[in-house]
């Protein structure tokens, strides 16, 4: 079987490194904290010394890490995987990072033989622990078919998107989506509670309706109970969000929702929340409309 490195082993990163190595893959795995590594090799991983070193091991390596400039550093830097790559390597990068840093990084190193795959998520932690993420793929046909076992290990959803790049723009147009409906969520279990009416009879009056979506259906049962604990932290939306910006000014595209659910969401950092859920920028809503929502 493939021969998988796995760095970046945070709050999805863990769960999908688990179900590699449960599918029956050998695995090597990463992490800047020893928690999450010493948790996975009494499970039957290695552990890797650094990126060179398990470049020079494995057959196909990821990255799932916080921000660009994060991968820039564990593939370029002085002991990254450029450093260790061998020709017939395959790099996978399951972060959120720009579009224009993918193909960056695919041109590097493809001058070493290195084949690239940018290979963002969405399905949150729940996705992550049952192998059931979305999977958005940007690079060449050929690799994704290499990897796609892989892939079967991790999620349930695969689109090869396009090439080098296209798997971060499919992401960023999920954040672009995911941010407004958590941002329209909590303004209207607000407007409902402070007009009037019960939220939760609001919420299942108009889930089965034109207003139907994936936010609505999961998460105010949550927010109803005050569980804002984190599915997807506020600050990595945040972070999102900002390369959406970052990108569309790259392209001169005005986007003026999601230019104001930037700000809800970097707001929410700003107040502290950052490390609670995406939905919890009902908080945001609250601060601004001076009502807290009930809760059971």
Same mark, same amino acid.
């Given at each position: 079987?493939?021969?998988?490195?796995?760095?970046?082993?945070?709050?999805?990163?863990?769960?999908?490194?688990?179900?590699?190595?449960?599918?029956?893959?050998?695995?090597?795995?990463?992490?800047?904290?020893?928690?999450?590594?010493?948790?996975?090799?009494?499970?039957?991983?290695?552990?890797?010394?650094?990126?060179?070193?398990?470049?020079?091991?494995?057959?196909?390596?990821?990255?799932?890490?916080?921000?660009?400039?994060?991968?820039?550093?564990?593939?370029?830097?002085?002991?990254?995987?450029?450093?260790?790559?061998?020709?017939?390597?395959?790099?996978?990068?399951?972060?959120?990072?720009?579009?224009?840093?993918?193909?960056?990084?695919?041109?590097?190193?493809?001058?070493?033989?290195?084949?690239?795959?940018?290979?963002?998520?969405?399905?949150?932690?729940?996705?992550?622990?049952?192998?059931?993420?979305?999977?958005?793929?940007?690079?060449?046909?050929?690799?994704?078919?290499?990897?796609?076992?892989?892939?079967?290990?991790?999620?349930? $959803?695969?689109?090869?998107?396009? =090439?080098?790049? *296209?798997?971060?723009? /499919? @992401?960023?147009? &999920?954040?672009? %989506?995911?941010? #407004?409906?958590?941002?329209?969520?909590?303004?209207?279990?607000?407007?409902?509670?402070?007009?009037?009416?019960?939220?939760?009879?609001?919420?299942?009056?108009?889930?089965?309706?034109?207003?139907?979506?994936?936010?609505?259906?999961?998460?105010?049962?949550?927010?109803? $109970?005050?569980?804002?604990?984190? =599915?997807?932290? *506020?600050?990595?939306? /945040? @972070?999102?969000? &900002?390369?959406? %910006?970052?990108? #569309?000014?790259?392209?001169?595209?005005?986007?003026?929702?999601?230019?104001?659910?930037?700000?809800?969401?970097?707001?929410?950092?700003?107040?502290?929340?950052?490390?609670?859920?995406?939905?919890?920028?009902?908080?945001?809503?609250?601060?601004?409309?001076?009502?807290?929502?009930?809760?059971?």
């Amino acid at each position: 079987m493939l021969k998988i490195g796995y760095i970046g082993l945070g709050l999805m990163g863990k769960s999908i490194a688990r179900n590699i190595l449960k599918a029956g893959f050998p695995l090597w795995v990463l992490n800047r904290s020893q928690a999450a590594v010493d948790e996975l090799v009494t499970e039957g991983a290695d552990h890797a010394i650094s990126p060179r070193l398990m470049a020079g091991q494995v057959d196909v390596i990821f990255t799932n890490l916080p921000d660009s400039p994060d991968v820039e550093l564990v593939v370029l830097g002085p002991d990254g995987i450029l450093a260790g790559a061998h020709p017939g390597l395959i790099f996978v990068d399951n972060s959120t990072i720009k579009p224009s840093l993918s193909r960056h990084l695919a041109a590097r190193l493809a001058e070493k033989g290195v084949q690239s795959l940018d290979a963002p998520v969405s399905g949150g932690d729940v996705g992550a622990r049952n192998a059931t993420l979305t999977i958005m793929v940007g690079g060449p046909q050929e690799t994704y078919d290499k990897v796609m076992p892989v892939f079967q290990a991790m999620g349930k $959803t695969f689109t090869l998107v396009g =090439g080098s790049g *296209a798997g971060q723009i /499919a @992401k960023a147009a &999920n954040q672009i %989506m995911v941010a #407004a409906q958590m941002a329209a969520m909590g303004e209207l279990l607000i407007f409902s509670q402070k007009a009037g009416a019960e939220p939760a009879r609001v919420v299942e009056a108009i889930k089965a309706g034109a207003a139907q979506c994936w936010a609505l259906d999961i998460k105010p049962p949550r927010l109803f $109970t005050g569980n804002r604990t984190p =599915g997807f932290k *506020a600050h990595m939306q /945040a @972070k999102d969000l &900002n390369i959406v %910006m970052e990108t #569309a000014r790259e392209y001169g595209m005005p986007l003026p929702s999601t230019a104001i659910n930037a700000q809800l969401f970097n707001a929410m950092v700003q107040m502290g929340l950052g490390e609670l859920d995406n939905s919890a920028v009902i908080a945001v809503i609250e601060s601004l409309s001076g009502t807290e929502l009930k809760y059971e």
